[in-house]
């Protein structure tokens, strides 16, 4: 029987960790098995790390996106397949990547037909920038690339989900679902939470019908994606966390997020997405995360525990200079453990700008 193949786009920041994290939920509770593939440019994941600790079964193809490493996405779920025996495959991919139904979609249900069975295509919209970049302002420190990629991934979408619907004015809301209907007629639009769950009935709902989805091929210049995702310095980065004495962990991921924040506005970086996890021995954990320069530094999971160890992974995409990047996520780091009286000593770094995509197959028309 072939699994259900449910991917779920969106820019940096979007939500779809935490969206993932509830269709997740939504579907265990129906009783059905569930793995999860994260993707991303770098190791140390925060996104992988996530759903490991809320017990999800999760397999990781780093290094580039599911596009340009199209049978490594395909191996992973392999794995999941040959341990779990999942109903239902969830797949988060780089949130700086489109063209995904040409060089991923179309491949799976073509080349794999009796394998997978392709869920429609939702993709997040997310406002903090969003807002911005379809009324053509200033893309919030972004360049025309960057919201170039922003606009393709909604082009290429099934259904378009306006993400944290909780925090809009019902103006808001009611301007949005307008805006993006005037850009992309046509195209289904469901009001979403996934902090809340306010939508994901329908979510869920949409993403079960068959048919005739995954069919919009772009007509996409890869010189000006290269270039916007070129933009966004990468850095990832694990450290251990060591005090004399119990420390508040929440209260200290809160105050590196909200430091790191105010020196990505220093140096004139917007903000793609700030994302922390700390975690203790014992599997206690919490997630942090900024997602613009406009939006105050929060923890969507309190871990409400005082550890003397734990382990930090920081995940930043941010438009400034990788090198730049790295070295101020140590600084702001080091110096704000060393004011809760914690030490950090950091593992792992890895800072980048991501490469020219190269995908593996891509379509020109749709077959299936």
Same mark, same amino acid.
């Given at each position: 029987?072939?699994?259900?193949?449910?991917?779920?786009?969106?820019?940096?920041?979007?939500?779809?960790?935490?969206?993932?994290?509830?269709?997740?939920?939504?579907? +265990?509770?129906?009783?059905?098995?569930?793995?999860?593939?994260?993707?991303?440019?770098?190791?140390?994941?925060?996104?992988?790390?996530?759903?490991?600790?809320?017990?999800?079964?999760?397999?990781? #193809?780093?290094?580039?996106?599911?596009?340009?490493?199209?049978?490594?996405?395909?191996?992973?779920?392999?794995?999941?397949?040959?341990?779990?025996?999942?109903?239902?495959?969830?797949?988060?991919?780089?949130?700086?990547?489109?063209?995904?139904?040409?060089?991923?979609?179309?491949?799976?249900?073509?080349?794999?037909?009796?394998?997978?069975?392709?869920?429609?295509?939702?993709?997040?919209?997310?406002?903090?920038?969003?807002?911005?970049?379809?009324?053509?302002?200033?893309?919030?420190?972004?360049?025309?690339? &960057?919201?170039?990629?922003?606009?393709?991934?909604?082009?290429?979408?099934?259904?378009?989900?306006?993400?944290? +619907?909780? !925090?809009?004015?019902?103006?808001?809301?009611?301007?949005?679902?307008?805006?993006?209907?005037?850009?992309?007629?046509?195209?289904?639009?469901?009001?979403?939470?996934?902090?809340?769950?306010?939508?994901?009935?329908?979510?869920?709902?949409?993403?079960?019908?068959?048919?005739?989805?995954?069919?919009?091929?772009?007509?996409?210049?890869?010189?000006?994606?290269?270039?916007?995702?070129?933009?966004?310095?990468?850095?990832?980065?694990?450290?251990?966390?060591?005090?004399?004495?119990?420390?508040?962990?929440?209260?200290?991921?809160?105050?590196?997020?909200?430091?790191?924040?105010?020196?990505?506005?220093?140096?004139?970086?917007?903000?793609?997405?700030?994302?922390?996890?700390?975690?203790?021995?014992?599997?206690?954990?919490?997630?942090?995360?900024? #997602?613009?320069?406009?939006?105050?530094?929060?923890?969507?999971?309190?871990?409400?525990?005082?550890?003397?160890?734990?382990?930090?992974?920081?995940?930043?995409?941010?438009?400034?200079?990788?090198?730049?990047? !790295?070295?101020?996520?140590?600084?702001?780091?080091? &110096?704000?453990?060393?004011?809760?009286?914690?030490?950090?000593?950091?593992?792992?770094?890895?800072?980048?700008?991501?490469?020219?995509?190269?995908?593996?197959?891509?379509?020109?028309?749709?077959?299936?």
């Amino acid at each position: 029987m072939a699994v259900r193949f449910v991917m779920i786009g969106g820019f940096l920041g979007a939500g779809k960790t935490t969206t993932l994290g509830r269709l997740a939920k939504m579907y +265990a509770a129906q009783g059905k098995r569930v793995g999860v593939v994260t993707n991303d440019q770098a190791h140390d994941l925060v996104d992988t790390n996530t759903f490991r600790n809320q017990g999800l079964a999760v397999e990781e #193809v780093p290094g580039a996106c599911f596009c340009c490493r199209f049978d490594d996405l395909v191996s992973r779920v392999g794995s999941l397949q040959a341990a779990e025996r999942p109903d239902v495959i969830l797949a988060e991919p780089v949130g700086s990547c489109t063209d995904l139904v040409a060089t991923v979609v179309q491949p799976l249900k073509d080349l794999y037909a009796g394998q997978f069975e392709v869920a429609p295509y939702a993709v997040l919209f997310k406002p903090s920038h969003g807002t911005r970049i379809l009324k053509n302002q200033q893309a919030g420190g972004f360049s025309p690339k &960057a919201a170039y990629i922003f606009k393709k991934q909604l082009e290429e979408a099934d259904a378009i989900l306006i993400n944290r +619907a909780d !925090e809009l004015a019902p103006q808001q809301q009611t301007e949005l679902v307008r805006l993006v209907g005037e850009q992309f007629p046509g195209t289904p639009v469901l009001k979403v939470s996934a902090a809340t769950g306010e939508g994901f009935d329908a979510l869920t709902e949409l993403l079960s019908q068959t048919g005739g989805f995954g069919r919009k091929i772009l007509d996409i210049d890869y010189d000006t994606y290269a270039d916007g995702e070129a933009e966004l310095g990468w850095l990832n980065a694990t450290a251990r966390l060591t005090a004399a004495a119990p420390f508040d962990l929440d209260a200290l991921l809160t105050a590196i997020l909200a430091e790191l924040a105010s020196v990505c506005r220093d140096l004139g970086g917007e903000v793609a997405h700030l994302k922390l996890i700390g975690m203790d021995d014992a599997g206690a954990f919490a997630v942090g995360n900024v #997602v613009s320069n406009d939006t105050a530094a929060k923890l969507s999971l309190p871990s409400n525990i005082t550890p003397r160890e734990a382990d930090l992974i920081v995940n930043a995409r941010v438009a400034i200079d990788p090198a730049v990047l !790295e070295a101020e996520v140590q600084k702001v780091v080091t &110096a704000a453990c060393a004011r809760a009286g914690v030490g950090a000593e950091f593992r792992t770094s890895q800072s980048l700008r991501p490469g020219r995509p190269v995908p593996t197959h891509r379509y020109a028309k749709a077959k299936n």
